[in-house]
């Protein structure tokens, strides 16, 4: 039996995030993800300037490939305009690698299957034990599964069903679209040049939504592909989307039972606007570890519910 103080499942953004500051408060942990990174994750890698200040860092920190953009070109229902912003995106494959080693915490590759609680520590498949346990496996995370309540109203509300492809492509158009409601779409789909000659497409909308339309999400890709080759966005690529769902904030999560934590996408929340993920699950992740480090209790208040206000600069 491998035994530590706490097992983070999942070593995405929110499981890094917290190895990291439990780390900087001299913890130990372990992270366990069925993954070995560098791994692929569907996203579109849009992330906010608080991003950086949450990892205690500025953008010009960051090796990796980094776009900046200063305004989105928007179209709200068909009607377009220029948003002036200050926002930047990444590219999953390199930011979450980055941000796990970074963790300086032990890794094992495991895929968790079974966790049971014996005298008032965490058993995970007979092999490890831990007195805290981080639930940060993302939408489908085992400790949310086999720890919590199921949250019915997050399933009906707040499920996003989501499409995208990131791709080597030598665009000629370095700004970033953004369609939302779009052919009466239930959600936005975007267009985001990434550094070193990639691009990431994709679409995503409330599946609950899509349901009450008799759409289906797939109906809406092949919209957006004819108005990207239309408008010469992309042309002649041969796409093969990956196909994803993560689940908006919800009203009153529950994201602590005893000595187990969720976080990230475990615990459902992406911005109610536009299901900004990466940002919320760092700052779970920060706000988990500190909780367990300092004995406090574990709020998420502070984790913003909505994205506009830090588009046109009302939040930094
Ligand atoms: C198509 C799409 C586009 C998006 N675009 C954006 C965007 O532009 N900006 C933004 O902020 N957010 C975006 N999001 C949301 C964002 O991707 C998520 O909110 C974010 O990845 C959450 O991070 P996480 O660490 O909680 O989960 P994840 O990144 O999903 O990491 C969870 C980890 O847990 C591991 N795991 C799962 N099950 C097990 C198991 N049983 N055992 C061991 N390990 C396990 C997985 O391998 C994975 O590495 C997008 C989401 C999608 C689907």
């Known amino acids: 039996m491998i035994e530590t103080d706490v097992l983070i499942v999942g070593g995405g953004p929110a499981g890094s995030a917290c190895a990291w ?170 267009y985001v040049p990434k550094a070193e000659g990639y691009l990431n497409v994709g679409i995503g909308g409330s599946a609950q939504g899509l349901k009450d339309r008799k759409v289906t999400l797939n109906e809406h890709w092949d919209l957006l592909l004819e108005k990207l080759e239309d408008e010469g966005l992309v042309t002649g690529h041969d796409f093969k989307p990956d196909g994803h769902s993560y689940y908006l904030r919800s009203k009153s999560p529950q994201f602590r039972q005893g000595n187990a934590f969720l976080v990230g996408d475990a615990l459902g929340l992406a911005t109610r606007d536009m299901g900004e993920g990466i940002g919320a699950a760092i700052q779970s992740g920060i706000l988990a570890a500190d909780a367990i480090a300092n004995h406090n209790s574990y709020a998420i208040n502070s984790i913003p519910r909505f994205s506009f206000p830090s588009l046109i600069g009302l939040r930094k």
């Open 21 to 190: 500051r439990l780390n900087q408060h001299h913890h130990k942990a372990l992270i366990l993800d069925q993954a070995n990174f560098p791994r692929v994750k569907p996203c579109a890698g849009w992330i906010t300037p608080a991003v950086f200040r949450h990892l205690g860092i500025t953008p010009d920190d960051y090796p990796y490939g980094l776009t900046r953009f200063s305004s989105f070109k928007i179209s709200l229902k068909g009607f377009r305009f220029t948003l002036p912003t200050h926002q930047y995106a990444i590219r999953r494959i390199e930011f979450d690698a980055w941000l796990l080693e970074r963790a300086g915490t032990e890794f094992n590759n495991h895929r968790v299957k079974n966790i049971e609680i014996v005298d008032g520590r965490y058993i995970v498949d007979d092999q490890f034990s831990a007195h805290y346990l981080v639930g940060a496996g993302g939408t489908h995370c085992p400790v949310r599964r086999m720890l919590f309540n199921p949250d019915k109203a997050l399933k009906k509300d707040g499920l996003i069903v989501a499409k995208e492809e990131e791709f080597a492509y030598s665009y000629h158009d370095d700004r970033c679209y953004l369609w939302f409601f779009e052919d009466k779409l239930p959600g936005y789909a975007w």
